[in-house]
């Protein structure tokens, strides 16, 4: 077995990118093993999918935590909810302090000379799903000289032979082009670009796939490591299911990027499915998964059902269909 490498990038944030990345990365985990890696010095993913840990870990009971999926009168169970959510975000946080002062975060990759064994690094979240968190002094790797730096996750990834033990290995870069952006792409196969549909997003295409051409796929590192990255396309995200103004900007974005093919580089398709707009989401559950069950929240479920099948067809992982 060898491991599906992805980057999730965009160089704009706001577009659901981390969303999308780990809600993918739990759905793939049904199946197969998965792990994520949180290089955004944010580290979003990493605050998720440690409180989505301590739920799983039956610390808090589904209906303690969300009462309102379960409860019609949502004003009685409001206080109860934040309640139960800030317990839930005070004792991962504590766990993650503890994981960064002992110095079993993503950090330790791009400090070679201290870095910990792969064992202590790596957390795990649930049967199939794993997780290196992030670190937001990850942001001081980006001062100074780093050209040693581009090789090191690549590098560990296969001296620590995870490209054998995981199925899938998930990225999620920073919302900007740096070191952490170039290693993480330097050690995939496949980058997906989450993107709202916007005039500002498709910049923000544009200027990645030349940042990529110019910085990465010309450089002689990469020719000389005979190493292949593939584009696997623009999911677009936060979408209103269809709406004039969406499909015709969509038809402006798609014109002014095939206007300006970047040399060395596939033309950027477009995924069919798309995530919808839930402005409630990020407030009611951590995880899509929490409300698989529920009706109301249907539309996003299947969204990111589709979205993985999609994505699995695009790889040619025939296990998945």
């Given at each position: 077995?060898?491991?599906?490498?992805?980057?999730?990038?965009?160089?704009?944030?706001?577009?659901?990118?981390?969303?999308?990345?780990?809600?993918?990365?739990?759905?793939?985990?049904?199946?197969?093993?998965?792990?994520v890696?949180?290089?955004?010095?944010?580290?979003?993913?990493?605050?998720?999918?440690?409180?989505?840990?301590?739920?799983?870990?039956?610390?808090?009971q589904?209906?303690?935590?969300?009462?309102?999926?379960s409860?019609?009168?949502?004003?009685?169970?409001?206080?109860?909810?934040?309640?139960?959510?800030?317990?839930?975000?005070?004792?991962?946080s504590?766990?993650?302090?503890?994981l960064?002062?002992?110095?079993?975060?993503?950090?330790?990759?791009?400090?070679?000379?201290?870095?910990?064994?792969?064992?202590?690094?790596?957390?795990?979240?649930?049967?199939?799903?794993?997780?290196?968190?992030?670190?937001?002094?990850?942001?001081?790797?980006?001062?100074?000289?780093?050209?040693?730096?581009?090789?090191?996750?690549?590098?560990?990834?296969?001296?620590?032979?995870?490209?054998?033990?995981?199925?899938?290995?998930?990225?999620?870069?920073?919302?900007?082009?740096s070191?952490?952006?170039?290693?993480?792409?330097?050690?995939?196969?496949?980058?997906?670009?989450?993107?709202?549909?916007?005039?500002?997003?498709?910049?923000?295409?544009?200027?990645?796939?030349?940042?990529?051409?110019?910085?990465?796929?010309?450089?002689?590192?990469?020719?000389?490591?005979?190493?292949?990255?593939?584009?696997l396309?623009?999911?677009y995200?936060?979408?209103?299911?269809?709406?004039?103004?969406?499909?015709?900007?969509?038809?402006?974005?798609?014109?002014?990027?095939?206007?300006?093919?970047?040399?060395?580089?596939?033309?950027?398709?477009?995924?069919?499915?798309?995530?919808?707009?839930?402005?409630?989401?990020?407030?009611?559950?951590?995880?899509?998964?929490?409300?698989s069950?529920?009706?109301?929240?249907?539309n996003?479920?299947?969204?990111?059902?589709?979205?993985?099948?999609?994505?699995?067809?695009?790889?040619?992982?025939?296990?998945?269909?």
């Amino acid at each position: 077995m060898t491991a599906k490498v992805i980057s999730f990038i965009n160089m704009k944030g706001g577009v659901g990118k981390t969303s999308l990345s780990i809600n993918i990365a739990d759905k793939l985990s049904e199946r197969h093993s998965v792990l994520v890696i949180d290089v955004d010095p944010q580290f979003n993913a990493t605050q998720s999918l440690l409180m989505y840990r301590s739920l799983l870990a039956k610390e808090y009971q589904q209906d303690e935590l969300f009462p309102a999926l379960s409860n019609e009168n949502e004003s009685d169970s409001a206080n109860q909810e934040s309640h139960a959510r800030l317990k839930l975000e005070d004792e991962s946080s504590e766990f993650f302090t503890k994981l960064s002062d002992n110095g079993r975060t993503v950090l330790q990759i791009f400090q070679p000379s201290t870095m910990n064994r792969h064992a202590d690094i790596i957390q795990h979240i649930s049967e199939n799903l794993h997780l290196i968190p992030g670190d937001l002094n990850l942001a001081s790797t980006v001062s100074g000289d780093t050209s040693d730096k581009i090789e090191v996750l690549d590098k560990y990834l296969k001296d620590e032979k995870l490209n054998e033990s995981y199925a899938y290995i998930i990225i999620d870069c920073p919302p900007t082009w740096s070191i952490l952006t170039h290693a993480s792409l330097f050690a995939s196969q496949y980058y997906v670009i989450p993107s709202r549909i916007d005039f500002y997003s498709s910049l923000g295409i544009e200027l990645l796939q030349k940042k990529i051409n110019l910085t990465l796929l010309s450089s002689m590192l990469y020719t000389k490591g005979l190493k292949h990255l593939r584009n696997l396309g623009i999911i677009y995200t936060m979408t209103h299911g269809g709406q004039v103004y969406e499909v015709n900007r969509k038809k402006k974005i798609k014109e002014s990027l095939l206007s300006k093919k970047i040399d060395h580089l596939e033309d950027v398709s477009v995924f069919d499915s798309e995530l919808p707009n839930v402005p409630s989401a990020a407030v009611k559950f951590i995880m899509y998964s929490n409300v698989s069950s529920d009706n109301r929240y249907s539309n996003l479920t299947n969204s990111i059902d589709r979205i993985t099948k999609e994505l699995s067809e695009k790889i040619g992982n025939e296990e998945d269909l």
